[in-house]
């Protein structure tokens, strides 16, 4: 069993948990610019989810990600 403390990372999470994660599609709410769901936006997408999907209310939070 794993065992979490407040030290623990959201890569330690995914990497525990990857099989839950590869190839199912994953959302993730609150992840706008300098929102910590982007942060978890980024740990998850190591976990290689089929599809991520990022809801938001402003494109333009997505450009440091992504290059269109």
Known sequence: MTR???SSTADEVVDAFKSKVEGKA???TGAGSGAIG?????SI????PA?????????SDW???FIT
């Open 45 to 48: 997408a190591r976990g290689l």
């Open 26 to 28: 994953v959302v993730i």
């Open 38 to 42: 982007s942060a978890i936006a980024l």
């Open 51 to 59: 599809a991520l999907i990022l809801p938001g209310h402003d494109r």
């Open 63 to 65: 450009k440091r990600y």
């Open 4 to 6: 979490w403390s407040w």
